[in-house]
């Protein structure tokens, strides 16, 4: 028993040094992770105070740009006025142009008849004559179109070049709106991330507040009665008066926040099951019971003395049962938050006659910024407590009413981009239109000028021709031509009036050019100070999401600490029974030793005397000292008692058996004495084989106890190592992930994280991966397994006809990289993709099979096969 006890205690005591080192290193981890999130927010405040003066330089800048479209508006007018006096003159000029076909008409007519006149007068004069007659008209017409052509592809330039503004504007308006809009959306994610909320968020309360909270929304309809928590899920802090935050958290205490209260004791009971379904211990999440018509309605609470706030003034409630429970633990009405501790003693100490002091009003306790020190009043003496622990804040800002409206806002920007993108789509397609319309009408301008060019020179012979023929005739037109001069001047007129109100559009010009230019330069001074806000709301996003980072590993590694200290506790206190267990058994054990050594010299003397027992032979006393006890050397029997006595019972079981078998009734003692010393011998004999083989069993179970031992080793070290590899090459595809080995229910799990820096991408369904990510885990899961088999054979086969380039890439380097480095292995790998791009060595080859021939004969095509030589 002795024995069993000590070895019992060693165990006992490797458990509690165990135990001890783990906690010394998660105290480490701790005391690092607590001096990270000690951060000062002074960053946090200068990047706020940045941000509000950026906000205002954008609404002084908005202010100038719309100035300056008035002044735009302004300086355009005297140009559309212009335009419109060229519009009459084109009109007027359209009419005068008709007059000069007219008179133009005339004249040919008028050749015509003369033409009649003569009679039979020359075919080649009258040829001759037709011709020009025919030439001028043509190239009457011709010119005719060439001006109005002309003024139409200015025009349409002047247009297309119009549009180009307009264009231009719709989309910076357009890109400004968009900003504006990831703007407002990074205001609602940062202020959703002030005000906390969200499954994921629970995780601050307690590391099962979140599992928890789940299994109680999905037995919700077993409960009684209603049932709320964690209570840190139903507080936010009032809007303006989020420096109070931290000390009214302090004040609460963080033990409070990760409670779940009910109002009943069938509720209670089921939330303990449900507590130990998630593993979920009384420090990770407690119960409180409430009484039901606390949870009808709120307590009324008194209002906060002048010049101070009280916890209640401070956090914001929704639910009654969570209000009334504060009121009831944790004291929030009586709990008062001063900006110091002066302030305080100033606005809520009394001070009495006879040397005592008192508090205003309700107030029981007061905590003062920064650092969280409170003080009370005990018996008429003021007791000042000074907190040395950081500050820390896991309830959100109540920015609901901020979140409203921010959405409100969003639905906004979001009509105004459709409305910009409409107008940027319809700008777009009128000057396409208009960039097309131009090219045609120059392409007829240019065709049209050359067939001018053309006729003019046709006329210039005709006329040569018509000087060196004989007969000239004569023919009287000048009246004719005298109206077409006189048309044709009119015309040069209205262009000239024409060409100076485009002289005076012109020089308007230049002022609209310089206010569009402020105008621009204003509009990109907008966008700026857009992309120069939305840089500083991102690093503010960055710091809140890393604090509560930092907070979570730190509550982690708390939580952790906590249990290894209350393990160690428990098992210290396994030791020390331990302990007290193996002090009795030894003091047992060696009385009984005292008395086998009287017992053995009482019989000695007794042998030595001839068989009589002489009294007082030995001097060793029957009750033995202290002394004599401490001085004994325990002796631990190969065997136990029982043991024994039913090996003794057996042996004269079998001699007895044997006795009657043989008819063995030897009366003689000399014969029956030789018969036992041969008996005795044959006994001994065996004993020594008996001794023997139960040696050997013992060995053969240490042994196996070994292997078994070794064997569980071995199979750790293989997970531990395929655990690392399967990390190690999901990290070359910027994931992470693990791989769980089950070994009671002989099962394997695989989790999976898309992004090894953001744990909210961590899954354990592998059907919810992409056929891509599902082939690249799987590869990752044969190497890692792969590096623990001793097959000197690897083939895969098509492992990456689901894989995206990217990931093929980075699975054949990853495959080739590990089969260059086991060398004591052979790798086959079959794949229908290219593999052009793979440079071959020594180590690597690569081998294209031929397509196979088809063959109508008897077999088909046949099986191809590799040269390895």
């Known amino acids: 028993v002795y024995q069993e006890m000590q070895e019992k205690l060693d165990v006992d005591m490797r458990e509690a040094t165990k135990f001890s080192r783990s906690l010394e290193k998660r105290r480490a981890e701790l005391v690092n992770y607590e001096g990270k999130l000690n951060v000062t927010d002074d960053e946090e405040i200068a990047f706020k105070n940045q941000l509000e003066e950026l906000t205002e330089e954008a609404r002084v800048a908005a202010e100038a740009k719309r100035k300056l479209e008035q002044d735009l508006k302004i300086a355009e007018n005297p140009i559309k006025a212009k335009e419109r006096d060229m519009k009459i003159l084109r009109t007027e000029i359209k009419n005068s142009q008709k007059k000069l076909v007219s ?12 033409i ?3 009679g039979n007068a020359a075919e080649e004069e009258r040829t001759r004559t037709r011709k020009i007659a025919e030439t001028e008209t043509d190239l009457a017409r011709a010119k005719e179109r060439v001006a109005p052509l002309k003024e139409q592809v200015y025009k349409l330039l002047r247009e297309y070049e119009d549009l180009e503004g307009p264009k231009n504007t719709a989309e910076e308006a357009h890109n400004g709106t968009e900003r504006q809009l990831n703007a407002v959306k990074n205001k609602i994610r940062s202020l959703q991330s002030e005000a906390g909320g969200g499954n994921k968020s629970l995780a601050m309360f307690g590391p099962k507040c979140g599992p928890l909270y789940e299994l109680v929304q999905r037995n919700l309809r ?18 303006g008066k989020e420096k109070y935050a931290k000390i009214a958290e302090f004040a609460i205490g963080n033990g409070n926040l990760d409670r779940f209260i009910v109002t009943n004791q069938d509720d209670l009971k089921l939330m303990e099951r449900l507590r130990s379904e998630v593993r979920c211990g009384h420090r990770d999440c407690s119960l409180y019971k409430i009484s039901p018509r606390s949870a009808q309605e709120k307590y009324n609470t008194p209002a906060p003395p002048n010049g101070v706030e009280t916890v209640t003034s401070v956090v914001s409630v929704d639910n009654a049962m969570v209000f009334n429970f504060l009121v009831d633990s944790c004291k929030i009405d009586e709990s008062a938050l001063a900006d110091s501790k002066e302030d305080s003693e100033d606005k809520l100490l009394n001070g009495e006659g006879n040397g005592k ?7 029981k306790k007061v905590f003062c910024l920064p650092s969280g020190d409170f003080w009370q009043v005990n018996k008429g003496v003021l007791n000042i407590t000074s907190n040395d622990r950081p500050l820390k804040q896991t309830i959100g800002v109540d920015r609901s009413a901020a979140i409203d409206s921010a959405k ?12 910009n993108e409409r107008e940027v789509k319809a700008i777009k ?7 097309v319309e131009w090219n045609h009408r120059n392409k007829e301008f240019a065709s049209l000028t050359g067939n001018v060019t053309k006729m003019e020179q046709l006329l210039e012979e005709l006329k040569d021709q018509a000087e060196t023929s004989e007969e000239v005739p004569t023919i009287d037109t000048t009246e004719f031509e005298n109206d077409i001069t006189v048309a044709e001047e009119e015309v040069d007129d209205l262009k000239k009036k024409q060409s100076t109100i485009s002289q005076d559009i012109e020089s308007l010009q230049p002022e609209v050019e310089e206010l569009k230019e402020k105008l621009d330069e204003t509009a990109s001074r907008n966008v700026k100070i857009l992309d120069d806000m939305e840089k500083v709301e991102a690093k503010l996003e960055d710091i809140v999401k890393g604090q509560n980072r930092r907070q979570e590993v730190v509550d982690k590694c708390r939580v952790k600490v906590q249990e290894r200290e209350y393990a160690l506790v428990q098992q210290e206190a396994i030791v020390a029974e331990s302990k007290d267990h193996v002090a009795n058994a030894l003091l047992v054990a060696r009385k009984v030793q005292y008395k086998t050594i009287c017992q053995e010299r009482r019989l000695e003397v007794k042998e030595a005397n001839g068989g009589i027992a002489v009294v007082g032979a030995d001097d060793m006393d029957d009750e033995p000292s202290d002394q004599d006890l401490e001085s004994i050397e325990i002796v631990v029997p190969k065997y136990d008692s029982k043991k024994c006595q039913s090996r003794i019972a057996n042996r004269e079981k079998k001699i007895e058996n044997e006795k009657k078998r043989r008819n063995l009734s030897e009366a003689d003692p000399v014969v029956a004495r030789d018969k036992y010393l041969r008996a005795k011998k044959d006994l001994d004999s065996k004993m020594e084989q008996i001794e023997a083989i139960e040696q ?9 106890k070994e292997r078994k031992r070794r064997w569980i080793d071995f199979r750790s070290h293989i997970a531990q190592m395929t655990n690392l590899s399967f990390d190690e090459f999901l990290q070359k595809k910027s994931s992470a992930g693990r791989v769980e080995f089950d070994h009671d229910n002989q099962q394997l799990n695989i989790i999976f994280q898309k992004d090894n820096t953001d744990e909210s991408t961590q899954t354990n369904d592998v059907k919810a991966l992409s056929g891509g990510e599902r082939s690249f885990t799987t590869l990752s899961l044969l190497l890692a397994i792969g590096e623990s088999l001793e097959t000197p054979f690897r083939v895969m086969d098509e492992f990456d006809v689901f894989l995206d380039p990217v990931a093929r890439k980075r699975a054949l380097q990853t495959l080739i990289e590990v089969s260059k480095n086991m060398e004591h292995r052979q790798f086959i790998f079959i794949t229908p993709q290219d593999l052009s791009q ?10 294209h099979l031929k397509a196979p021939e088809r063959s109508n004969r008897v077999g088909g095509p046949q099986q191809q096969t590799l040269n390895f030589e």
Do not use: C, W
Request: glycine residues 6%; without cysteine.
């Open 357 to 363: 002091r008192s508090i205003r009003g309700k107030v």
């Open 116 to 118: 009649e006149s003569q």
């Open 838 to 847: 793979i440079p071959t060595d020594n180590k690597l080859k690569i081998f």
């Open 103 to 114: 008179a133009r008409r005339r004249l040919d007519q008028a050749r015509e008849e003369i």
């Open 696 to 704: 050997n069993v013992k060995m053969l179970i240490a042994d196996v």
């Open 222 to 239: 077993r409960f009684k009665g209603p049932v709320a928590g964690p209570v840190g899920m139903y507080l936010k802090i009032v809007n």
């Open 408 to 419: 409100h806002e969003l639905k906004a920007i979001q009509k105004e981009l459709g409305r």
């Open 429 to 435: 397609d009128q000057s396409k239109r208009a960039k």
